[in-house]
Antibody
Framework: QVQLQQSGPGLVKPSQTLSLTCAIS??????????WNWIRQSPSRGLEWLGR?????????NYAVSVKSRISVNPDTSKNQFSLQLNSVTPEDTAVYYC??????????????WGQGTLVTVSS | QSALTQPASVSGSPGQSITISCTGT?????????VSWYQQHPGKVPKLIIY???KRPSGVSNRFSGSKSGNTASLTISGLQAEDEADYYC???????????FGGGTKLTVL
């Protein structure tokens, strides 16, 4: 059974960097049949896919156009986890942030396991 | 504004069937058989209930079914039960620039 455990601060000041970590159990961040994603949810923006990292003989990362200039999703193979960094945050980045596994094989097709969610508030 | 369009709310009585639509474009729903549906109870994490348009994960009731026609995907819940009252979200792959898009969610009320 795959489990994802999120950690990170719930309050970030405007213009600073939001950093979250997602620890994986029951699977490997280096799996060739999964991708590791960050998704956020807010009343104003609904569910929004932010980015992912995955391994297919080498590491790849992809990002949503809306945050591409500010985001980084990185694997940590030594700890079997992955992280989200979102720079220059504003109050519009206030949301519940989820990490999620995309499964279904080499061509991932759905988000089958989710972390518990972290409410991140951007406020001074 | 979400990329995929869902009705804000639907309702039905116990035992009835309801259908939730999810309208996208030829760049997402219409181009890929990669629509998934998620159920979310208040304060809870989204749960996968349908993937690849019509497949159910192990453990998901066969009262949930999915289909697609053109740029519109649909989720049908038959034999409505009180526990089905939740928010439902569709999601579609949208290619190698946009990747994944979600619908705005539909609140299901079981009367």
């Amino acid at each position: 059974q795959v489990q994802l455990q999120q950690s990170g601060p719930g309050l970030v000041k405007p213009s600073q960097t939001l950093s979250l970590t997602c620890a994986i159990s029951g699977d490997s961040v280096s799996s060739n049949s999964a991708a590791w994603n960050w998704i956020r949810q807010s009343p104003s923006r609904g569910l929004e896919w932010l980015g992912r990292t995955y391994y297919r003989s080498k590491w790849y990362s992809n990002y949503a156009v809306s945050v591409k200039s500010r985001i980084s999703v990185n694997p940590d193979t030594s700890k079997n986890q992955f992280s989200l960094q979102l720079n220059s945050v504003t109050p519009e980045d206030t949301a519940v942030y989820y990490c999620a596994r995309a499964g279904g094989g080499t061509m991932v097709t759905m988000f089958d396991y989710w972390g518990q969610g972290t409410l991140v508030t951007v406020s001074s | 504004q979400s990329a995929l369009t869902q009705p804000a709310s639907v309702s039905g009585s116990p035992g009835q069937s309801i259908t939730i639509s999810c309208t996208g474009t030829s760049s997402d729903v219409g181009s890929y058989n990669l629509v998934s549906w998620y159920q979310q109870h208040p304060g809870k994490v989204p749960k996968l209930i349908i993937y690849e348009g019509s497949k159910r994960p192990s453990g998901v009731s066969n009262r949930f079914s999915g289909s697609k026609s053109g740029n519109t995907a649909s989720l049908t819940i038959s034999g409505l039960q009180a526990e089905d009252e939740a928010d439902y979200y569709c999601c579609s792959y949208a290619g190698t620039t946009t990747f994944w898009v979600f619908g705005g969610g539909t609140k299901l009320t079981v009367l």
